[in-house]
């Protein structure tokens, strides 16, 4: 379990855990200890990485069974420092040899009742977010990615750090002490030269408080960012366009099936009512929730995504119920219902 916010010590546990084969579980440090309990027993984690100060949540969790060991990033305590254990690290480890279908990642997604469910992510989800590419209008040398995303979930963890690396452009990191504040990560972005980054649509609502943010802040890098999450209302998207003066596309997904509709401007003019179209690669349709049946342009049903798509989650953990739900025949369904124009 990698219980941390964004900082070099969460990027490098999940590369390690990637590379000897086992399977990593994102924590949003938000959470308490009751949330904490729930996955740590659910998931049978038997080590967690945490921040000096998350200590006094795990202090009722030692019954758990599977729950073995703390390391402790960025300090000291009463567990194992991860400093240490790097420093112990053998420059002749062996990679593990891993296949497109072992599994690799494990994120919790709050459902709208009972427990959280735990999504189970195979290797081929990692590189199945050629998406990116796309939302960003092709990523290019110079770029640096920066998000205020949280590194716990999927927008902040796969589309924001582990979907930027393959293209070789670098991922900067920021501990927020507080809530989002507009002025801090202009600055920031400012600073650093940050050129590319994903800001769900309460984030830009909040940079959108800043007046005339060009004339404030004159070094700006920024090119382009995308939304998602939420849909960015006409005024929003204005304002992006013509006051921040980046260019704008939106993308689609979810914890089970990621990244994988949306636009890219610099190959058509956005429409921004539409959710885009499905990047290359993903198939993508509506069909009739109940009976799995394709629908023809203007019906409304469910948006599904063909389950051989790289993005595709592997299966619920330890819930075969809730997987059965989930799919009909060759299609995952994601839930939300839409339509598909004639485009």
């Known amino acids: 379990a990698v219980h941390l916010p964004q900082r070099p010590e969460t990027?490098?546990?999940?590369?390690?855990?990637?590379?000897?084969?086992?399977?990593?579980?994102?924590?949003?440090?938000?959470?308490?200890?009751?949330?904490?309990?729930?996955?740590?027993?659910?998931?049978?984690?038997?080590?967690?990485?945490?921040?000096?100060?998350?200590?006094?949540?795990?202090e009722g969790l030692h019954d758990i069974e599977t729950f073995k060991h703390v390391i402790i990033a960025g300090g000291k305590g009463d567990g194992l420092s991860f400093d240490e254990l790097m420093a112990k690290g053998s420059p002749d480890l062996t990679v593990e040899k891993n296949n497109a279908e072992d599994p690799a990642l494990l994120m919790y997604t709050s459902g709208t009742t009972g427990n959280p469910k735990g999504v189970l992510q195979a290797h081929r989800y990692v590189l199945g977010h050629n998406?990116?590419?796309y939302s960003y209008n092709f990523l290019r040398q110079g770029d640096l990615y920066y998000?205020?995303?949280?590194?716990?979930?999927?927008?902040?963890?796969l589309d924001g750090l582990l979907a930027i690396w393959p293209y070789g452009i670098p991922v900067l990191a920021y501990k927020s002490k507080a809530r989002f504040d507009p002025d801090v990560t202009y600055k920031l972005v400012e600073k650093y030269g940050a050129t590319v980054g994903l800001y769900p649509p309460t984030a830009l609502k909040l940079?959108?408080?800043?007046?005339?943010?060009?004339?404030?802040?004159?070094n700006l890098r920024l090119r382009c960012v995308v939304s998602g999450a939420e849909p960015v209302s006409p005024e929003l998207a204005k304002w992006v366009a013509e006051e921040l003066k980046v260019e704008f596309n939106q993308g689609f997904g979810q914890t089970e099936a990621n990244y994988f509709i949306g636009n890219c401007s610099a190959l058509e003019k956005p429409k921004l009512e539409p959710l885009g179209k499905a990047y290359p690669g993903h198939v993508v349709t509506v069909v009739d929730p109940e009976s799995g049946k394709v629908l023809k342009p203007g019906e409304t049903g469910d948006i599904a995504i063909r389950r051989d798509s790289p993005v595709v989650m592997k299966e619920y953990w330890k819930n075969p119920e809730a997987m059965r739900d989930k799919f009909r025949g060759e299609w995952l369904l994601t839930g939300d219902t839409g339509h598909m124009d004639d485009e």
Not at 23 to 50: D, H, Q, T, W
């Open 11 to 58: 990027a490098i546990a999940h590369m390690a855990c990637y590379r000897i084969g086992a399977i990593a579980l994102p924590i949003s440090k938000l959470f308490g200890p009751e949330a904490l309990r729930y996955r740590l027993s659910n998931s049978g984690a038997p080590a967690i990485i945490v921040e000096p100060e998350s200590l006094p949540k795990l």
């Open 131 to 133: 998406g990116i590419d």
């Open 147 to 157: 998000s205020p995303a949280d590194w716990a979930w999927a927008g902040g963890l």
């Open 207 to 218: 940079l959108r408080e800043v007046s005339k943010p060009r004339d404030k802040y004159r």
